[in-house]
């Protein structure tokens, strides 16, 4: 049973139990409605208080029955609703911790709502494409008027109970015990009549139209692909220009709608892609994880200092190693200007910026750092320097520290042999501005203790950071799917496209930056310093040479004010460049090809379809436990288009099959090697099956 009856002297307790959050699923929703009707039934009964276990009210309707018949089988969430509001005894909520979506809504279909101070109130359906189909949209702005409940509604944003209690949305938010409190008011209003009703109540909002109008302009230029929005808008209109039970059919209709539109199931599938990542199938969830108090950084410079503020932005002290004082003082000062310019934006209060720069310290000795639970070196991508910094941390670190390396492609097998405790040694990959993108990649090596993987996946959420574990190649995850997304970029150059041509084609599908204005950013040489490493290595993967010609022409990007485009000075804008339009037609001149006009779709097809065809051999080579940690890894790191749900997700919802067809056309084409399509993709795609 997922919600429990009892009655306590003449009161019945409805108590939702379905973990984590109270999912309004239908199992939680049949015993809503028979917890109500034996209330309703029982004379001795005389008013009824709803209420949620655990840790939360409800975070609403079950997301895991979407699509699902279970979603709208009776009793749906409206029958629930209407069942409360329609009872003829009162229906009081008490909303504790969490009170979401599906679970506001049937808070407001109650006669009252009794809170505690610091529940998380929110319609976020927004973010999952969606909007408030049980009445959220009609019943929020009766208790806390238009432009409140349209902002709440648009943004999903959570709201602090305490900041609603002087709306009508509740009658009381009550410190103390909230079960007491709820009694206690059941008591008071057992018998008083009407039984009030949310719906009943008017909108008084004067000149409605230009705010819906204001509404629709903002949120149009603010909703990018996304429909959900606007639709919001729609909806919340609703409420003020049609009676109430038009608006709520209004409501159920856009919903409909939204919930099958793939920007929705891509959000959804992002939702529990994130929460899936940190599940790891050979290690328990209940693995204990080993205390991270303090950590300390090696390597000031930008990634280094980029992931010290990650570590004390939250609350985490952090001391930074470097060999030299003014290296130090440089990266300590760069911190602090990162800090500055985030205060003064007003993103940061001046007791923030006080605590996270007094957190970060730097030393010059590694002995400063040998008790820290946690080090990151973060020092040039050499493996003969690892091996130093690595052999060092072996005989300075106290037992149990974890070692990690933030390398973006080396071995981690052979760091970790470096030392006497491989066990202790993981790879935390993160991406440039390190403080800022989502990703961190976490290399677990042969060796690697599984306590450690639960505590570095422990500590990059309280980091805030999206972990996704991935196995020891060349790349690992991200890196090793964008090298065959630059070759195809390459490729496409000798054959007819310029730079800006490519990069409008990715862009225009969401891309925040196409491959070459990628590289300018990050800058070329990075690339071409990796592909001299892979020509000794894997003299069999051809490349083109455009990318070789451009470093030796010492265009490395923005940071020479020169690289694929041409840049000038304190204009960050990017700007098609003659010279190396010319170099390219030259290029292909050399090598006997006949440029032609290739299209978008091309394109587009020919640099998704080789992430997807690697990130194929990826998951079967066990290197990524899942396809929905592989769009997490290009969702959070990479600017893949959320809309999209990533690149599996995207491959899915064009059907495989459709995927090696086109394959299997560009196979005919140069470099056809390329496009051999991985076991698992052609038998996925034999079978009609998705990746997801
Ligand atoms: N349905 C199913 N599972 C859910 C869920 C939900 N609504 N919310 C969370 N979970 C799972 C989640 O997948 C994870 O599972 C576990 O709970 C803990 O989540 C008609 C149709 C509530 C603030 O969008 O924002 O109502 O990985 O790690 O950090 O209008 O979860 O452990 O197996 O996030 O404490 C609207 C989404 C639904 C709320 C808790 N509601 N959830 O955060 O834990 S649509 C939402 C959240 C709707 C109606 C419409 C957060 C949270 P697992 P967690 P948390």
């Known amino acids: 049973m997922s919600a429990e009856y009892k009655v306590d002297g003449s009161i019945a307790i409805i108590t939702m139990n379905n973990p984590p959050v109270n999912g309004l699923g239908h199992v939680t929703r049949h015993a809503i409605v028979e917890g109500v009707r034996q209330a309703l039934n029982d004379p001795a009964v005389k008013a009824i208080v709803i209420t949620g276990a655990g840790k939360a009210f409800s975070g609403g309707a079950d997301i895991k029955e979407f699509n699902s018949p279970k979603a709208f089988a009776e009793p749906s969430l409206h029958t629930v609703i209407n069942v409360i509001e329609s009872a003829d005894k009162p229906v009081i909520a008490a909303i504790h911790t969490v009170c979401m979506g599906g679970g506001l809504e049937l808070a407001l279909g109650c006669h009252y709502r009794i809170a505690s101070p610091g529940a998380q109130i929110a319609l976020p359906e927004v973010k999952l494409g969606i909007l408030p189909g049980a009445g959220g949209t009609q019943r929020l702005p009766r208790v806390v008027g238009l432009e409140l409940a349209l902002n709440m509604i648009v943004s999903g944003t959570p709201v602090a109970s305490e900041k609603l209690a002087k709306t009508a949305l509740f009658n009381t938010v009550a410190e103390g015990d909230l079960m007491t409190a709820a009694t206690a008011f059941a008591h008071q209003v057992a018998d008083v009549r009407p039984l009030p009703k949310v719906r009943d109540i008017k909108i008084d909002y004067p000149n409605y139209e230009a705010f819906l109008q204001f509404s629709r302009n903002t949120v149009t230029a603010m909703a990018g692909p996304f429909p959900a929005p606007l639709k919001c808008v729609e909806a919340v209109a609703a409420a003020v220009t049609r009676k109430f039970d038009d608006g709520i059919r209004f409501e159920r209709d856009l919903f409909l709608n939204l919930v099958q539109t793939t920007e929705s199931k891509a959000l959804r599938h992002a939702f529990f892609g994130e929460r899936a990542a940190s599940k790891l ?51 300590l000062a760069t911190i602090r200007k990162n800090y500055e310019n985030t205060f003064r934006k007003g993103k940061l209060t001046q007791e923030k910026f006080d605590q996270r720069v007094s957190l970060i310290t730097g030393s010059l000795s590694y002995d400063d750092i040998a008790q820290a639970d946690l080090v990151i070196e973060a020092v040039f991508e050499d493996m003969g320097v690892k091996e130093q910094v690595f052999k060092k941390l072996d005989s300075v670190m106290k037992q149990g520290a974890i070692l990690a390396s933030n390398t973006s492609t080396l071995d981690v097998d052979k760091i970790a042999a470096f030392t006497q405790r491989p066990q202790d040694v993981v790879g935390m990959h993160f991406f440039s501005p390190a403080n800022v993108m989502k990703l961190l990649e976490i290399v677990r090596g042969k060796k690697t203790a599984k306590d450690v993987l639960a505590t570095v996946l422990a500590i ?142 091309e394109i587009v097809e020919r640099l998704i379809y080789a992430l997807v065809n690697e990130a194929a051999y990826i998951l079967e080579e066990g290197i990524a436990t899942r396809a929905s940690d592989i769009d997490m890894v290009y969702l959070t790191g990479y600017g893949f288009p959320l809309h999209t749900g990533g690149p599996m997700f995207y491959a899915d919802t064009v059907g495989l099959p459709n995927v090696v067809m086109a394959m299997e056309k560009y196979a005919k084409g140069r470099h056809g090697d390329a496009w051999k399509p991985a076991p698992l993709l052609a038998k996925l795609a034999a079978e009609g099956k998705t990746f997801n």
């Open 281 to 331: 199938p050979d290690v328990p969830e209940d693995t204990p994880i080993r205390p991270i108090k303090s950590v300390a950084v090696i390597g000031a410079g930008t990634m280094g200092g980029g992931i010290a503020m990650n570590f004390a932005n939250a609350g985490i002290p952090v001391k930074i190693l470097e060999m030299k004082q003014e290296a130090l003082d440089k990266g």
């Open 460 to 601: 990059s959420k309280k980091i805030k950071k999206t972990g996704v574990v991935s196995g020891v190649c060349d790349g690992f995850i991200g890196n090793r799917m964008i090298e065959q997304y630059s070759r195809q970029a390459g490729f496409l150059l000798e054959e007819g496209c310029t730079p800006e041509q490519v990069d409008k084609a990715v862009e225009k599908l969401g891309f925040a930056m196409g491959p070459f204005r990628m590289g300018d950013l990050a800058g070329n040489d990075i690339g071409w310093y990796i592909r001299k490493r892979r020509y000794v290595e894997k003299p069999h993967i051809t490349y083109s040479k455009t990318a070789d010609l451009l470093c030796e022409m010492g265009r490395f990007g923005q940071k020479t004010g020169a690289g694929w485009y041409d840049y000038k000075p304190g204009d960050r804008k990017a700007y098609p460049s003659d010279v190396v339009n010319e170099m390219i037609v030259k290029h292909s001149a050399d090598l006997g090809i006949t440029r032609r006009k290739i299209s978008d779709q």
